[in-house]
Structures are given as structure tokens and as C-alpha cells.
């Protein structure tokens, strides 16, 4: 009779487990009613066609949206990351409106590698090598002399470097973010002041305002739910707007990403430093910036053969880098001409002129346009989120405990960015220009996208096409994901990752 109890109760309690892991993998393969209110069509194989024969034949350039580029101001120019997704569309934008290329200086880490800006005018603009996580290397950037034609004039910045590392949210493994961003941003501000700009707009990220989802739902709310209204998951619809900005400091658990964090830490320095002498301000690209083959967002996964996702169904909204680049020249425009500009020391969220997509929309594009091979492998998210936690316990392993980095494998390829900081920043969200596009006179920046996600994407994959007539399988480029371990592995290979709070 024992036994029998045993096994009943044993029977029972497997049962209970699977109805709550069924339930729970049910919400998350779900998309919540309040976000298909806002984007609730998805694209078409025809309209896709439609736009790419459009495109095809006249391309989204500088030339094709001039008139809606901020007029030309009499100043230097100095970007940081200018070559760059955000930092490159600045520069090409600044000589499009009549900007001189001795007039610009892009100080970068890495070379030029952009295809449109190998040629032309661009090719010409000044490049300085510059690590901005060293104080003593971003002053020199700054203080190398200009053209005596261009030196009387006032100068802006533009600080659009940084590292991103979007799955890492141990404080462990937080030293690289600090490093550049944070630092880094501390010594682009110095030089700034000490170089006479009085201008500077950096570029900070929508994930500043991500919270991490709590997947954590008690089991006797979850099971006593009917089946067909179960409860949500908390954070698994986010808004992503500015209103974190003017509210206290979170705690570093409190976001989603180490990466996040010290975007939220750099945004405050920029904004704290905005006084008359000096005005500043950050723009935050909402989430997934793309227009270049090198972006995550949809040059990541037009680079791959075989494409495995867990969030096919995830709704979010994504930022052109044309549009960001123009909310900065936007944000100039205001700050230079107004010292006591009300819109000065704060945050402005951007995203494409449209409705948020769903990433089966992307995916769909790429199927349907791209000349290179491209398999959709579904993953159920709930394996993969509890395939996460694994995942991170056994990369902190080795920096717990240094003497194992001589006994455990290195994890290889994408599987070592699988931590549960990715599923909370490709949850569902929605994002507004609201803010932004409010006209000047109303404390906004007059903004107004120029090109829409689904045009975006199919120049992307158009240019993408082109580069790729003739080859059989996808070229590799460098993301910012991989600049970002190229530049950890060259830390650690220095011996530095000690001061960069390893």
C-alpha cells in the first residue's frame, strides 16, 4: 500500500510538473494581445518583392533624403566610432549637406571598413587610430591640429563608440563594458572639454530602459489558471521610452545586460555634464540597429545557413542607422543653436517611422530576397532559456576559478552568447518617437524618420545581393558582437583585463 502511495504521489507530481512547464512554455511561444494591437500585420512574400524591384532600381541614399537633413552649420566635426553603423550615416550625412571632409575627424579603433565610405569624399575625412578606454590616447585624438581653414570654428562631438556584449550580465565579466563605455565615455568628455567643443551627443541604447524578464510564475497561480487566459510573465512586454532617465539610478540586477548597465552609467555622465559652455545629450536607438551587413540584428542572420530562433514570433522595434544618425544631427541643430536649450542633458528614444515587426517579418525577407543559402530552425524557448542558465554557470567557472581555464573547454561559436540576458532583450516591446518628433518649440527634436523597417531591410538585403553575386555561401563580417571579443581577447592577451575590473 506504501508503495502504491509512493508511486501515486510520484505520478502526480511529474504530472503537475509537466501541466506547469506545458503552461509555461505556452506563454512564452505566445504574443500578448496589447502588442498585436500595434503591429498586427505582418509583411508579404508579394510586398516584399514590390519593394525589393523598387529599391533595386533606385537605392535609399544621402542624395534620395538630402531634404531631410538638418542644414549644414559652420563647425568641426569629431566622431568617435565614425566608421562605425551610427558614426559612418553621420559622416556620410555631414558631407551631404555641404560639410568640408577636412571639417571632420573620425577617431576609431579600427580601420575603415564600410564599402561606401572606401570612396568619395568620405575616403578623404581625417582618421585617427584611438583607444578611448585610455585617457592618454583619446586626448592626442582630440588635440591633433586641423586645417587652418577649419580650426576658428566651434566643434561638436559625437561619441558613438562603444562595446557591445548584449548575453554577459554577471559583475564578474563586467570590466569590458566598464572600460570602454563607461571610461571611455569619462575620457571622450575630458577631451572634449579640453579640445573647446561645445557640443556633445552621444549615442546611448534603447536597452538602458530593458528590465529583466522574471520567468518565475508561482505554480499554484499558473496551474489553477484556465487554460485559456494564463497568467503573463512579468517584463515580457516592455515599453521602451526615456522615463527611467528621470527616475533614480537601478541596481545592476535591475538590468538586463552588463551592457545595458553601463549605457544607463555612461548616459547619466554625458547628460550630468550639460551646462551652457558644454550642451549635451544621448539619443537611444531603440531596439536592433541595422542598415550594414556587419549589425547583429539582420546582418547577423543573413550571414547564416542555417539560422536557429527561439523568437520567431517576438514583436520589436528596429532602428535604421540612417534615422539614428539624423536624430543626432537633429539634437545638433537644436543645442547649437539654443545654449539654454530645455531639450539639453537628457535622453531621446528613436526607432523606425512605423509600427514595431515581428522577427518572423525579417526572417521571411531573408527567405524570400537573399541570394545565399538560409534554413529557419525553430527552437522552443523554454529548453533554450533553462539551456541558458547552464551556459553561464559554466563560463563563470573558469573566472571564479582561474586555475580551470587549463582544464575546461573554451565554449565556441554562437552557443557561448546563450545566457539569459539574450531572452530578455528579444522579449516583445514597442517603442515611440514621441518624444523625439515633438517640434522644438514643444522640447522636442523635430524628428522624423526618413526610411521604414521594411525598406531598411530590403536595401540590406539588395546591397546584401550584390556583394554576394557569383558566391555560394555568405561572406563573413565583423559585428559589433565579435569587435567586442576580438577586443576582450586583446585585453587579456595584454595582460589588462585586471585594470578593466575583470
Known amino acids: 500500500m506504501a508503495a502504491l502511495v509512493i508511486g501515486l504521489g510520484a505520478a502526480s507530481l511529474l504530472l503537475l510538473t509537466y501541466t506547469y512547464l506545458s503552461r509555461l512554455s505556452s506563454i512564452l511561444k505566445s504574443t500578448p494581445e496589447a502588442v498585436l494591437k500595434v503591429s498586427p500585420k505582418r509583411w508579404t512574400k508579394e510586398e516584399l518583392r514590390q519593394a525589393y524591384q523598387r529599391l533595386e532600381k533606385n537605392l535609399i541614399t544621402t542624395k534620395s533624403y538630402a531634404d531631410r537633413i538638418p542644414p549644414k552649420l559652420d563647425r568641426r566635426y569629431i566622431i568617435t566610432g565614425g566608421s562605425g553603423l551610427v ?37 578623404t575625412v581625417d582618421f585617427v587610430k584611438a583607444d578611448i578606454s585610455s585617457a592618454e590616447s583619446t586626448n592626442n ?194 543645442l547649437a543653436a539654443n545654449p539654454k536649450a530645455p531639450q539639453a542633458g537628457r535622453p531621446f528614444m528613436i526607432t523606425d517611422p512605423n509600427p514595431p515587426i515581428s522577427y518572423i517579418d525579417m526572417y521571411l525577407a531573408i527567405e524570400t530576397l537573399a541570394t545565399t543559402p538560409f534554413k529557419l530552425i525553430r527552437l522552443p524557448p523554454l529548453p533554450m532559456w533553462f539551456l541558458s542558465y547552464i551556459v553561464e554557470w559554466y563560463s563563470l567557472l573558469p573566472v571564479k576559478y582561474p586555475f580551470l581555464r587549463r582544464i575546461l573547454p573554451e565554449l565556441k561559436g554562437d552557443i557561448k552568447h546563450m545566457k539569459p540576458g539574450l531572452f530578455s532583450v528579444t522579449t516583445h516591446m514597442v517603442a515611440t518617437n514621441e518624444n523625439a518628433s515633438r517640434s522644438v518649440d514643444e522640447g522636442g527634436l523635430g524628428f ?29 563580417f565583423q559585428t559589433s558582437i565579435s569587435f567586442a571579443e576580438e577586443i576582450a581577447k586583446a585585453a587579456e592577451a595584454a595582460g589588462v583585463m585586471e585594470k578593466m575590473g575583470k
Open 448 to 476: 522624423r524618420g526618413v526610411v521604414t523597417t521594411l525598406e531598411g531591410m530590403v536595401q540590406e538585403i539588395v546591397e546584401w545581393n550584390v556583394e554576394h553575386k557569383g558566391e555560394k555561401k555568405a561572406k563573413k
Open 87 to 123: 558614426g559612418g550615416y553621420i559622416v556620410l550625412q555631414l558631407l551631404e549637406r555641404g560639410q568640408s571632409p577636412e571639417s571632420i575627424r573620425i577617431v576609431e579603433f579600427r580601420p575603415l571598413n564600410r564599402a561606401d565610405m572606401l570612396s568619395g569624399p568620405a575616403s
Open 141 to 334: 585624438a582630440f588635440e591633433k591640429s586641423w586645417p587652418s581653414s577649419v580650426a576658428h570654428l566651434p566643434l561638436t562631438v559625437f561619441h558613438t563608440a562603444a562595446v557591445i556584449v548584449p548575453s554577459d550580465r554577471s559583475k564578474l565579466v563586467y570590466g569590458l563594458c566598464e572600460s570602454v563605455n563607461v571610461r571611455g565615455t569619462r575620457n571622450v568628455l575630458d577631451a572634449a572639454r579640453k579640445a573647446g567643443a561645445d557640443v556633445l551627443i552621444s549615442t546611448s541604447s534603447g536597452g538602458v530602459s530593458i528590465r529583466p524578464i522574471e520567468l518565475w510564475i508561482s505554480p499554484v497561480e499558473l496551474l489553477l489558471s484556465p487554460k485559456n487566459k494564463l497568467p503573463e510573465i512579468k517584463n515580457y512586454l516592455q515599453v521602451m521610452d526615456e522615463k527611467d532617465f528621470f527616475e533614480p539610478p537601478r541596481k545592476h540586477e535591475e538590468h538586463f545586460a552588463n551592457y545595458a548597465v553601463s549605457k544607463a552609467r555612461a548616459e547619466r555622465i554625458v547628460c550630468g555634464a550639460n551646462s551652457p559652455e558644454l550642451r549635451t545629450g544621448s539619443i537611444r536607438p531603440a531596439n536592433g540597429v541595422y542598415g550594414q551587413p556587419g549589425d547583429n540584428t539582420l546582418g547577423g542572420s543573413l550571414a547564416m545557413s542555417d539560422c536557429p530562433t527561439w523568437c520567431a514570433h517576438i514583436i520589436q522595434p528596429f532602428v535604421h542607422g540612417i534615422n539614428v544618425a539624423i536624430a543626432h544631427l537633429d539634437y545638433e541643430a537644436v
